[in-house]
């Protein structure tokens, strides 16, 4: 089975910026649609943003303007572009595909932002 692997968080001050990184194991992005996905502390885990297989993309309103999601299907990556990062943004990251059943769920990758 396909797997990925999250990475590219760290600790941040608000208003500051990470890119986030989704590398799988195999090329499934050119037909899924794929989402990046968050867990805070004492919360269920929620899809943030997501991208079709032609490009389009959503986002939660909390996050709409201050996050783009983007893919390179070349190195079956997905990226999460976050700027103005905010404390309540604090949460650990993970992506998977839309589409069901959805891919073994990675580790994710923790972020912390500070005010």
């Known amino acids: 089975q396909v797997q990925v692997v999250e990475s590219g968080g760290g600790l941040v001050q608000a208003g500051g910026s990470l890119r986030l990184s989704c590398a799988a194991s195999?090329?499934?992005?050119?037909?899924?649609?794929m989402g990046w996905y968050r867990q805070a502390p004492g919360k269920q885990r929620e899809l943030v943003a997501h991208?079709?297989?032609?490009?389009?993309?959503n986002y939660i309103d909390s996050v709409k303007g201050r996050f783009t999601i983007s893919i390179d299907n070349a190195k079956n990556t997905v990226y999460l572009q976050m700027s103005g990062l905010k404390p309540e943004d604090t949460a650990v990251y993970y992506c998977?595909?839309?589409?069901?059943?959805?891919?073994?769920w990675g580790q994710g990758t923790q972020v912390t932002v500070s005010s």
């Open positions: 195999g090329s499934i992005f050119s037909i899924n649609p």
């Open positions: 991208i079709g297989r032609g490009g389009s993309t």
């Open positions: 998977n595909i839309l589409t069901w059943p959805q891919l073994d």
